[in-house]
């Protein structure tokens, strides 16, 4: 046929296009990677939805259905769950309290965090304070550890007698017994989560300050500028977009966090929307529960496009061009050793605190009794049938954390949980950067970036919500999933695909296309130059991101906490269940374990990349 003809049968150009584009390795992993992520993200927040505004066989026993006499046919349309948590005597306890709750921990601890780290940043890169770079490594070990441990420490510091039922430290110590406010609520809470969030602006705005163009800050002073004048008109303007970005990721980190409210909140009935969200779907009120989620999705996702809108409508202002730039420091004079020392206090109250506690609360025999006559090693490394001088069993007749059968299944669940989901995701990552890199700009590479990154916008108590939704019923081919293993691989995957999806465009922008076309045109196939070409080259980051996402996997609570069976059961789901249960030892050894877990993997990607560079200078 001929091409004229052919012009004329726009159907058959689409089928040729079609069959040409389905050779193309790049297009065919576009479109692999399209059904995956329609199935694994698009479709699970469909399904909740659906459950949100639909019937379930637990709803038969609401009042409003029994009063209404309504037929509550399982899967039929319903405006129920909207009306009790919008519109019902319900809503005050159930959505107002938790939604201000909620914005109160968030605003205080977005202003905190914020504030502190951006100072500190500050402090570290552009002033002449001394062992800089020691207080910078010192100050992202916060990064590293998850925000739970510090409540758990705290709860083990502050807790009193009249709700925490044993005294902590400072009554134990001080023979005064600390107020409510102190011990549990939004005070503890917003402390503790800012002592783990301000590791997030450090480490943004910190990148930032480093490229600013000091030249830049002397010439405003040049034309008569002061210092607050420079810092406001030149300074903050030049740093904004990292503030900004600092702003959303610690505020959208607050919406969905869920241990530290758990812990040191849900024992003075003081709910945000995720422990109510966890509060609803544990009493069976599953469709009010993700009534919430959809709320807790919409703030979220409206604070990123916000943060989008700000920095998009505002002026660029470059900080790095092709002339060689200085930064010279701020002369702190003699305040230097006084910013130094108030610096070090700091860091070991607000980092090596939190763990010398966990560990001193792990080793003693009765809680609340920090004497050390009551120093033991059970909970550690203890038999099940030993006994103090009292004759009576210790630790409840459990065994320590390394020989107890249940929490050592447990660490097996998460160490393979973390093995499998990093190993999956750092793969996937760099599978998604080579099909977006590679296709850039058509309409293919442009849904799957956008539904790679839309796991972001969903907290992670939200998260699991949406699977246990999606998978707790055979979904089409799919078995139901909930209870099994393989649905906590799923989440681990699908809910860090952002970061890996990031992590691998920017690796796959790095390598350039004529490499492929030059093993392309030596006769290899897609598979060989994969693996010959891309591979070798991606595979630092290839290896960060696995570290990166075994370390996330390994400390996750609030993504899991809804989807674990005792067969599935992770470390972080013991600890909250020992800290639910007031058994603060076991939790206490455990935590220590996973913050173990963590920093050795820290340490070995760090050796492991140093290694890896080493040995590419050196080839």
């Not at 927040?45 to 509550?72: C, H, M, W």
């Not at 002061?226 to 904004?240: E, F, Y």
Request: charged share 15%; proline share 5%.
């Amino acid at each position: 046929m001929s091409e004229a003809a052919v012009k004329k049968r726009p159907g058959i150009l689409f089928l040729r296009r079609l069959l040409r584009n389905l050779k193309l390795p790049q297009k065919i992993m576009g479109i692999i990677l399209f059904v995956l992520l329609v199935l694994f993200v698009l479709l699970p927040a469909i399904n909740l939805f659906y459950t949100a505004f639909s019937f379930s066989y637990s709803d038969r026993v609401l009042p409003q259905v029994i009063e209404r006499g309504i037929k509550a046919v399982p899967g039929r349309f319903t405006l129920v769950h909207l009306e009790r948590v919008f519109f019902s005597p319900l809503t005050k306890n159930m959505f107002l309290i938790p939604l201000l709750n909620t914005l109160l921990i968030t605003a205080g601890l977005t202003i905190v965090a914020l504030s502190f780290g951006s100072v500190l940043a500050w402090i570290v890169v552009r002033t002449d304070l001394p062992g800089r770079k020691l207080i910078a490594n010192l100050a992202t070990i916060p990064y590293i550890i998850p925000a739970w441990p510090i409540a758990l420490a705290w709860l083990n510091i502050f807790k009193n007698t009249k709700v925490g039922g044993t005294p902590g430290l400072f009554e134990y110590i001080f023979h005064m017994t600390p107020p409510d406010w102190m011990s549990y609520g939004p005070v503890p809470i917003i402390i503790c989560l800012s002592l783990h969030y301000y590791s997030y602006s450090f480490i943004t705005v910190s990148g930032a300050l480093a490229t600013i163009d000091s030249r830049l800050e002397e010439t405003g002073e040049l034309l008569g500028a002061n210092k607050w004048q420079v810092m406001r008109k030149i300074t903050l303007p030049l740093v904004l977009p990292s503030i900004l970005s600092a702003f959303i990721l610690t505020f959208s980190r607050g919406i969905g966090s869920f241990g530290t409210p758990a812990f040191l909140g849900m024992p003075v009935h003081f709910f945000t929307l995720s422990t109510q969200l966890y509060s609803n779907i544990k009493n069976n009120l599953g469709g009010d529960a993700y009534i919430i989620a959809l709320v807790m999705i919409l703030m979220s996702g409206l604070s990123i496009y916000m943060n989008v809108k700000v920095i998009g409508a505002r002026k660029s202002f470059v900080t790095i061009s092709g002339k060689g730039f200085k930064a010279k420091p701020v002369l702190l004079g003699k305040l230097k050793y006084v910013v130094l020392v108030l610096l070090i206090i700091f860091i070991i109250l607000g980092v090596f605190t939190p763990l010398y506690v966990l560990t001193w609360q792990s080793l003693m025999e009765q809680d609340g009794n920090y004497s050390l006559s009551n120093f033991t090693l059970h909970f550690w490394t203890g038999k099940s049938d030993e006994v103090n001088k009292h004759g009576i069993l210790i630790g409840e007749g459990q065994a320590g954390i390394l020989r107890n059968p249940m929490i050592l299944r447990g660490a097996w669940n998460s160490v393979r949980l973390a093995l499998y989901a990093a190993f999956f995701t750092s793969f996937l990552g760099i599978i998604i950067g080579y099909a977006i890199v590679r296709d850039r700009g058509s309409r293919l590479s442009k849904l799957n970036d956008a539904l790679s990154f839309a796991p972001y916008i969903f907290p992670g108590i939200a998260f699991g919500a949406v699977y246990l939704t999606m998978f707790a019923r055979p979904f089409g081919p799919i078995p139901a999933l909930y209870g099994t293993f393989a649905i906590l691989v799923l989440v681990s995957v699908a809910k860090h695909v952002p970061y890996s999806s990031r992590t691998g465009t920017a690796a796959m922008m790095q390598v350039s296309k004529e490499l492929e076309e030059a093993g392309e045109l030596q006769g290899a196939g897609f598979l060989r130059r994969f693996f010959k070409i891309i591979f070798p080259l991606t595979r630092n980051g290839l290896v960060a991101g696995f570290m990166l996402s075994f370390i996330t996997v390994m400390r996750e609570l609030s993504l899991v906490v809804l989807l674990v069976t005792p067969s599935t059961k992770v470390l972080t789901t013991m600890i909250y269940y020992y800290a639910e249960i007031g058994f603060h030892q076991f939790g206490d050894a455990i935590t220590m374990l996973v913050v173990i877990i963590s920093l050795s993997g820290t340490i070995i990607i760090r050796r492991f990349q140093k290694t890896a560079l080493g040995k590419e200078i050196g080839g």
